[in-house]
């Protein structure tokens, strides 16, 4: 008999309707015999009711005032409410199911609150009731300490209850049910032709995930990677298998693999970019500037580091206070903002040559200027002005042949 742990996220539960859709993807796997544990995410984005983002709207009037203790106590509500409601819906159809919450699952974290790590899950009780026949359903997003505190897991936290559980209970695959049809080639909002993927490596959906596609929680990833817990994202709106997530070497033996070198292209907005030039001659300048960054907790990307000095990348939202800092150090920095970093990323380009002329043929005849450029062996990075994104996107999703459906 299969173990399956199926995951459900806010907007799958937010009304009626989708929430009938759950239902239905819960009673096809269980009349086909199917174990199953199912995570929920709270219902609902922001501005409805009982969503994470409500709730923290909240204590928004109060300033935030509230220890971070208590605000994983009022955060670990939302999920409460989803999983007790879709238990009623369940009941209501005459399917037995039980609510446990992260702690009841046997979900024991650090005591970092708003951002707790999973330490242990101790799967007896899960185990139990799976095989007295219940449906169990556990509250994405949480989990609790050695000596009983409620901790939450950070945003999107929910797909990594759910990988996480599927790896403790050695389940046969997590599906995580999403609003999108699985995985797709690029963000389809800036790319029109954009297409979903049938598979993808875990090394390769976790570059997406890390590189701005918003579709599973890149933590979540690396733990089904680490534990080789096949999973697929899939939509909850249809019957469509969605994207199947799993390792090269799984896919390979499938008779599965790309003839192809890229699959999938990546994008994050708001980069801004900053050069701080060496004038006199050798000196400690990069160390200065890394451990100044480091310090303030600013986290840099696309470093490039050269005698004549160092330019790298910031958030947006990092860019006055490292501008203060460096300026506070002597340095008179080059700032670049509104900057984009496009990733193209596939299992298949390593070792494979041409990958980067492609790029920058693409982007050339398109006009395009690349600011800089990173690679490791499964993604090559572009930064690129955000004016020029979505041609950008639509040039190499192009190149790359993205959009046409494999053989
Ligand atoms: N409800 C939580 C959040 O909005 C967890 C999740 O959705 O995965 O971050
Ligand atoms: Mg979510």
Wanted: charged share 20%; net charge negative.
């Amino acid at each position: 008999m299969d173990l399956i742990v199926q995951k459900f996220g806010g907007t799958s539960l937010s009304d009626e309707n989708s929430r009938r859709h759950v239902l239905r993807h819960i009673v096809r796997e269980n009349e086909a015999g199917s174990r199953l544990v199912v995570v929920v995410s709270a219902m609902g984005r922001s501005g409805e009711p009982y969503a994470t983002d409500s709730l923290l709207e909240l204590i928004r009037t109060n300033g935030n005032a509230l220890p971070a203790r208590e605000k994983d106590l009022l955060l670990s509500c939302g999920e409460l409410i989803s999983a007790t409601l879709l238990c009623s819906i369940l009941q209501a159809e005459g399917i037995p199911s039980v609510v446990l919450t992260g702690g009841q699952a046997g979900i024991i974290t650090d005591n970092r609150f708003g951002s707790a790590r999973i330490t242990e899950i101790k799967t007896e009780r899960i185990h139990k009731l799976i095989s007295d026949g219940f449906v169990v359903i556990v509250t994405g997003f949480q989990g609790m300490t050695p000596d009983g505190e409620m901790t939450t897991l950070g945003r999107g936290g929910s797909d990594t209850s759910a990988t996480a559980l599927g790896a403790a209970l050695n389940a046969d695959i997590v599906d995580i049910y999403t609003d999108v049809d699985g995985i797709l080639t690029a963000d389809p909002r800036w790319v029109s032709d954009a297409r979903p993927l049938s598979t993808v490596s875990y090394e390769e959906i976790c570059n997406m995930a890390q590189n701005g596609a918003k579709v599973i929680h890149p933590r979540a990833v690396e733990i089904a990677m680490k534990a080789s817990i096949p999973v697929r994202v899939r939509s909850t709106f249809s019957e469509g298998e969605g994207t199947l997530v799993t390792n090269a070497h799984a896919l390979r033996s499938q008779g599965i693999w790309f003839d192809k070198t890229v699959t999938g292209l990546a994008h994050v907005r708001g980069v801004t970019q900053l050069g701080v030039t060496n004038n006199n001659g050798p000196s400690d300048v990069q160390l200065r500037v890394f451990r100044a960054m480091a310090t303030h907790g600013i986290s840099v990307d696309f470093i490039n580091v050269m005698p004549s000095g160092v330019v790298y990348t910031v958030s947006e939202t990092d860019t006055s206070l490292a501008m203060e800092l460096l300026q506070g150090l002597g340095f008179e920095p080059n700032v670049r903002r509104g900057c984009a970093k496009v990733s193209v990323i596939g299992g298949g380009m390593n070792g494979e040559p041409g990958v980067m002329a492609v790029i920058v043929e693409a982007l050339t005849n398109s006009g395009i200027p690349i600011l800089q450029s990173a690679d490791s062996n499964t993604t090559i990075w572009v930064l690129l002005s955000e004016e020029d994104l979505a041609e950008a996107l639509q040039a190499l999703h192009t190149a790359f042949g993205l959009h046409l459906t494999p053989n």
